[in-house]
């Protein structure tokens, strides 16, 4: 058999509470990916893990309904004019080899020390990737909102256009040129993330804004596509490892798809500065989630011993900073919907 393979007690039986709380995690997965950008993966992936979905099917079956949903939400902002195609094709090349070398990782990983390992990897990287990245994002969030939510090109990004490296590429939608050379590592890091946790979009969105250049509303948008191309390849995969869960799919799709309309809509409300609060705070209270988790897997891997009690107690504690962060994350949006509504109104009036 497969080292990828699982038979079918290893997929988790599906309750009533189970479907609904897949749901609404869908659907505010669906909500934070039209309004930052990212497949919203960092909150989908531990949503199902917390309900005991081992971590390899949840990044499969992650991935295979992010594609149908990234797609419209592609579409919905490219008709608000923010998304740069050309931009997201091109990364899409990188990331697509960056999501088979990710699900290497992966069955390197399930080979030499099985589900609790996947497990641990996957919580380890989230967390890591979640502190670093979503405290250098609050950062500058903050910094902007002082600035009266004026962006800013980086010195980075700034340095990096003038380098003449050939090939040079222009993206007129994004108002810059740069060397191809230097779109490539953040694609590929986009796509290897993407497979071996099911999280791109906050290292895409982030590389696109801090490295490349781009503004962080077409940024936000331009991930969408990359996200499509991405989830298409790897879902086809992890679908021949038998690692997609269908229902789990087509739950959270369901939620997803009213979500990210919902999300895209947001975006036209709203200074750029503010998606990147709510990336960064959604980011941060996920990784304590996970962070939560760790004990767990370490149990079950034999490196650490802790009572049963302490493990679950330490389990709903993951789990209820998990639905604290799909609320904080949707108030967010919705707030910010409707005080920028509000003042298009009085604005028009």
Known sequence: MDILS??????????????????????????????????????LTPGMMSLGVPGTVAVASNMCHKFPKALVGAIKRFRYGQVDVKMGLIMAASAGIGVQFGIQIQRIILD?????????????????????????VMKDAIK???????????????RLQKIELWPMINFPRSGLRISLWFTLPVGFATGMLAATIAVGGFVGVPGMI????????????????????????????????GMVDIRLVLIILGGSLLGVQLGAIGTTYVRPHMIKMVMATIMLIVAVSRGLALPTYLVKLGVMNMGPNTLNLLDKVSFASMCLALLIGSGIILGSMWIGRRAQLAEAA
């Open 6 to 43: 699982l038979d079918a007690t290893k997929f988790i039986d599906l309750s009533a509470m189970a479907i609904i709380f897949l749901f609404l995690v869908g659907f505010i997965g669906g909500l934070v990916s039209g309004f930052i950008g990212s497949g919203g993966a960092f909150v």
């Open 112 to 136: 030499m020390w099985g589900a609790a390992g996947s497990d641990l990897y996957v919580s380890l990287s989230f967390v890591f990737v979640l502190v670093f990245v979503g405290g250098y």
């Open 144 to 158: 902007c909102a002082r600035c009266g939510g004026v962006e800013e090109t980086t010195a980075l990004a700034k």
């Open 210 to 241: 801090y490295v490349i250049g781009v503004p962080g509303l077409m940024a936000s948008a331009t991930e969408l596509v990359i996200a499509f191309a991405m989830g298409l390849g790897g879902s086809i995969n992890w679908a021949m490892h």
